[in-house]
């Protein structure tokens, strides 16, 4: 029975390394067995397929003939550290066919172990990556691309916003003095020729002024500090202290942090949706408050008010740039406020949104994630 069983055990040995043999053989991807010098012992017929390199030209040889040369030297020397140490490497490899045909390939090496457990061979198989990383190259170079036009279009914005102020400073200052000597002369709807036109000017002004605000936001280097947003908010309540009067909005807050960020643009951040607020309220005495919170490795601020309200289907266009929800006549603005805000949420690594029912009141929420500072170790706190 014993010498069956052993007999039995040969057999079924046999017929697995015949299994194994063929499973590496007809496999679907590349095979290569070297000795722990890295001399090529084994490779199966799809390597030669891929490589254009028959078995008997590669045996004995090392790997490296497969080299375009492009590989930097640590990746190899990284490599063999991993496989040397009896660890798995993967990683990424630029080679050359026999044809000359270069090809980037994803790559696991791992190291076989004899009987005493000692590494006696090294098995690669790899895929062929190459469209992928042509699909990368193509993505990064539209990336580039997108990011310089990006930055010419706010260096345009900034340059004819800035060109523009003077000689629409020049038609105010002669629409003043049109209606200072000549307003007596003038019939009521010349009078009223003048009003309108002075309107317009000022109407462009400020949306010149929000234009240059827009682009600098692009255009100027990111500078984060920490920044006690309990003082920020104090100062912007400070600026807006004639609004909120007027308004006789009641604006209360939860403890804010300190966290990094710009705090030149958190502050204009907070006073466009204060002001957003106190523009857009309803005829029930103003509400707003203030509060943060933590979540994971961001902040989320929300600014919450009981103002009218935004239609579910304005959400998303609400923050677009010259977007306008509402007439010049219902609300005067600009249409920049909120496209500003985004930009400047998104400058940080965040996000903005919001949660609105018409007559409801409307919430703004924005994440800030924690920063750090590429010349110091700024993060939040």
């Given at each position: 029975?014993a ?6 055990e040969?057999i079924?040995?046999?017929e697995?390394?015949a ?20 001399r ?5 017929q ?7 390199y ?6 004995g040889?090392?790997?490296?003939i497969?080299?375009?040369g492009?590989t ?22 630029y080679?050359?066919?026999?044809s000359g045909?270069?090809?980037w390939?994803f ?14 061979n090294?098995a ?10 042509q ?5 990064a170079k539209?990336?580039a691309?997108l990011?310089?036009s ?71 280097e ?5 920044t006690?947003?309990?003082a920020?908010?104090?100062r912007?309540m ?11 909005a009641d604006?209360?807050h939860?403890k ?10 958190m ?9 957003n ?5 309803s ?7 203030i509060?943060a919170?933590r ?13 009218i309200?935004?239609?579910s289907?304005?959400k998303?266009?609400a ?28 400058r940080?690594?965040?996000?903005i ?19 750090v ?9």
């Amino acid at each position: 029975m014993a010498k069956m069983r052993i007999k039995r055990e040969k057999i079924e040995r046999r017929e697995g390394f015949a299994l194994f043999a063929r499973v590496m053989e007809q496999g679907p991807d590349p095979v290569v067995v070297t000795d722990v010098s890295g001399r090529i012992e084994y490779v199966n017929q799809r390597f030669s397929e891929v490589t254009g390199y028959p078995k008997e030209e590669v045996l004995g040889k090392n790997p490296r003939i497969l080299s375009a040369g492009e590989t930097p030297r640590a990746t190899y020397d990284q490599l063999w550290e991993t496989i040397l140490s009896g660890k798995i490497w993967q990683g990424e490899l630029y080679n050359r066919k026999k044809s000359g045909e270069s090809f980037w390939e994803f790559i696991t090496i791992a190291p076989i172990r004899d009987e005493g457990g000692r590494i006696s061979n090294f098995a690669a198989s790899w895929k062929d990556i190459s469209g992928k990383k042509q699909i990368e190259e193509k993505l990064a170079k539209i990336a580039a691309e997108l990011e310089r036009s990006n930055l010419e279009l706010e260096q345009f914005a900034y340059v004819a916003s800035h060109d523009l102020q003077e000689p629409l400073s020049m038609v105010q200052m002669y629409l003043d003095l049109l209606e200072m000597n000549y307003s007596d002369k003038l019939d009521e709807p010349g009078r009223e020729l003048i009003r309108n036109t002075k309107a317009g000017a000022q109407h462009s002004q400020k949306l010149i002024r929000g234009l240059l605000d827009y682009a600098r936001i692009g255009i100027r280097e990111r500078s984060l500090e920490t920044t006690d947003f309990e003082a920020l908010l104090r100062r912007v309540m400070t600026d807006l202290e004639m609004n909120v009067l007027k308004s006789g909005a009641d604006i209360t807050h939860d403890k804010l942090p300190k966290t990094a960020a710009e705090p030149f643009l958190m502050g204009r951040l907070f006073q466009n949706l204060l002001s957003n607020a106190i523009k857009y309220r309803s005829g029930e005495p103003l509400k707003i408050h203030i509060s943060a919170r933590r979540e994971k490795t961001a902040w989320i601020f929300s600014i919450r008010d009981n103002g009218i309200g935004i239609a579910s289907k304005d959400k998303e266009r609400a923050f677009g740039l010259f977007q306008r929800l509402h007439t010049e006549t219902e609300h005067p603005g600009t249409g920049i406020g909120l496209a500003l805000c985004k930009k400047i949420v998104e400058r940080h690594g965040g996000k903005i949104w919001l949660e609105s029912e018409p007559g409801q009141g409307t919430t703004f929420h924005f994440s800030l994630p924690e920063q750090v500072k590429k010349t110091g170790s700024l993060t939040n706190s």
